[in-house]
């Protein structure tokens, strides 16, 4: 398997531009993570789906900030409008557990997304 | 905060010698996970403990776990140049309405110097 795989590896844009980050999660795992990373914050859990349904969201920063999960193979994380302080690393990560919901095991991170905001 | 605590935050030793990782947690766990990242690149998993279990040995790898005391080590025997990375711990809340939320901690930059 390929691995789970993120779209772009690195994005420069500016001030009030639309971001859209993409994740391919590996194929057959039933949950999947957006992580940022910040020095100063260190990693930082947005929002996580299992079997496609947002379950927990609460670490979304914003209004601005938006994820989807349209089928089991794909997820966007949307920033619209980006603003200097998104300026960050983007991780998506999945997992496989096939049971409770309260059991994820190991978690299989992407390389991430570099954004940069001007 | 979302980040549990880890000590120390760098750690630097020459090849050869153990590093020693520690992390704490404040809420009853499920599981604890320990994850290495080299710069620039994704996390890979190195391990993961139950809240059942007190050692688990991978390589040069072992975990430990104290329940009681809500901490765990990561110790690297033996280390190369090539484990210089961030290392974290995760935490895996046993709580019902923790669902599949693994949160991070701060993570220790280890150093090793040829």
């Known amino acids: 398997d390929a691995g789970v795989i993120q779209s772009p590896r690195h994005e420069v844009t500016e001030m009030g531009q639309e971001v859209t980050l993409r994740c391919k999660p590996i194929s057959g795992h039933d949950y999947l993570f957006w992580y940022r990373q910040t020095m100063m914050r260190g990693l930082e859990l947005l929002i996580y789906f299992n079997n496609n349904v947002p379950i927990d969201d609460s670490g979304m920063p914003e209004d601005r900030f938006s994820a989807k999960m349209p089928n089991a193979s794909f997820s966007t994380l949307k920033i619209q409008p980006s603003e200097p302080r998104d300026s960050a690393v983007y991780f998506c990560a999945s997992s496989f557990t096939g049971g409770p919901v309260s059991a994820p095991g190991e978690l299989f991170f992407g390389e991430g997304s570099r954004l940069t905001v001007l | 905060s979302q980040q549990g605590e880890e000590d120390p935050q760098a750690l630097s030793i020459q090849e050869g010698e153990n590093a020693t990782m520690n992390c704490s947690y404040k809420?009853?766990?499920?599981?604890l996970q320990w994850y290495r990242q080299n710069s620039g690149r994704g996390l890979v998993h190195l391990i993961l403990i139950r809240s059942n279990e007190r050692e688990k040995h991978s390589g040069r790898l072992r975990v430990t776990l104290d329940t009681s005391k809500k901490s765990s080590s990561l110790l690297i025997t033996a280390s190369r140049a090539a484990d210089t990375a961030s290392y974290f711990c995760?935490?895996?809340?046993?709580?019902?309405?923790?669902?599949?939320?693994?949160?991070f901690g701060q993570g220790t930059e280890l150093s090793v110097k040829p």
């Open positions: 995760a935490k895996y809340g046993r709580l019902y309405n923790q669902g599949g939320k693994l949160i």
């Open positions: 809420t009853s766990i499920n599981n």
